[in-house]
Every structure is written in C-alpha cells, then in structure tokens.
C-alpha cells in the first residue's frame, strides 16, 4: 500500500467518525461543550487571483474558505480537548473535507478532525471541532506509522492550500467533472520528517481524482498527480 492510498484510507476513517459527531452535537443542541465559548484570531490568507479562459472553469471564489473556521484557527480549540484528555497528547494528523461542487468554488469545511497520540496512555483519540465546540469521537491505537507534527512548523493554512491546489489543477478538474470532494490531510513526512499538506480531489461518480501535496511551511508543491 502507497503513502497515498494509506493516506486517503486513514481520512475516510476519521470522516466516518466525524459524521457520527456531528449528528451527536445536532440533537445535543448549543452549550453541551465546555469549549464553546473559545474565542479564536482569525489567521486566514487573502484570496489570490487566477485566471480563466474560454471553456475553463469560473474564477474560484474562496470567500468562504476566508469566513469559515481554518485548520489553524481550530487547531487550538483541538489543543485545549486533548490536553484534557491526556496532558503529553500528542499531534499527529489533522484532516478535513468539503463538497467541491461543480464550479470551482470548493465549500468551506465546517468540521476539521485532530488525531492525538499519547505516549503515557499508549492510546490515540480522534477529535472533531464543529465550529468553537470540541468533542473526542473516538479512541484507539494507531494503526499506520504516524510522526508526530510539530506545529511550530505549520505555516501554511488551510486556505492557502486551498489555493495551491486549485492553481496547479484542480481548478480545471472541478470544472471538468460534475461532482468532486475535496479532501485534506495535514502530516509529517516520516522519511523527511517535512510537515505536508495532501489535498485530493475525487469524482465520487467516476472515481477519478486530482491530488496536491505540499510543503506546510514554505508552500512548495512537492508532487502533482491525478
């Protein structure tokens, strides 16, 4: 098995769980999270520019990817949950997902999911943030070769990533597919021990897919593949 495909069976696990939160925090209502009410800075970068062709797809508009919670931005909710779960937890993985749509605006992601590790506990947790509030989904042991992520080397946000993947191509692939889901993985190289973003867009129809994976601190593409 491929880093990619290990890559992307890992993010489908974490999605699945993610989905079975969110419904949970539905029916729970507003004000069951202890961390509801965290205030965080928006750090988002502005939107570039891109151009367009006759038959290309539209201009991606990434408003809402400005207005929405980034992977930095909820990564502190996501802090302060693991710590409270295990006070040496560490980061291992963040991941996201989002509808892609058909036109080349990818919807913002509402939910981001942190995997934590935790040396003393010999266990790893799974946590969602939906929007302030944070929740552990689930809890187990890692099953593939996870490097810890440091943060302090995570420059590059969500919506910049965004961007590099739509520059690259996947502007072009979502214009020529009808339907595509985005999704993103944030994780440490375990050869170079780099932090990477891996970005992949999916045809959930045909099956086709166009992926990005980048350097999370200076912004590099590393590799483009479809």
């Known amino acids: 098995m491929t ?7 890992t993010v489908l696990v974490m999605l699945i769980a993610v989905v079975a939160l969110v419904v ?3 029916w729970a209502g507003p004000g069951r999270s202890d961390l509801s009410n965290l205030d965080l800075v928006p750090t988002a970068a502005a939107p570039g520019s891109w151009p367009t062709t006759a038959g290309q797809a539209a201009a991606p508009d990434l408003r809402g990817w400005q207005n929405s919670r980034t992977a930095q931005m909820a990564y502190g ?7 409270q779960w295990q006070a040496d937890a560490t980061l291992l993985m963040v ?3 989002a509808d892609a749509g058909d036109s080349a605006r990818p919807s913002a992601i509402s939910t981001w999911g942190y995997l934590y590790y935790s040396p003393a506990a010999r266990s790893a947790v799974a946590i969602s943030v939906v929007e302030n509030r944070a929740a552990l989904v689930t809890q187990g042991v ?11 080397g995570w420059r590059i946000d969500s919506p910049a990533a965004v961007e590099k993947l739509l520059a690259a191509g996947g502007a072009e692939f979502i214009g020529q597919e009808e339907s595509a889901t985005l999704f993103m993985t944030l ?9 990477e973003w891996f970005l ?5 129809q045909s099956g086709r897919s166009f992926t990005v994976r980048l350097d999370a601190s200076t912004g590099e593409i590393l590799e483009v593949g479809a």
């Open 142 to 152: 890692p099953a593939g070769p996870l490097a810890p992520l440091d943060a302090s």
């Open 200 to 204: 992949s867009l999916i045809n959930n």
């Open 3 to 9: 880093r990619t495909e290990w890559l992307i069976g």
């Open 77 to 83: 909710v996501a802090q302060a949950k693991a710590r």
């Open 187 to 195: 994780t440490t190289n375990n050869e170079s021990g780099r932090i």
């Open 95 to 97: 991941t996201g997902t």
């Open 24 to 26: 949970a925090l539905f």
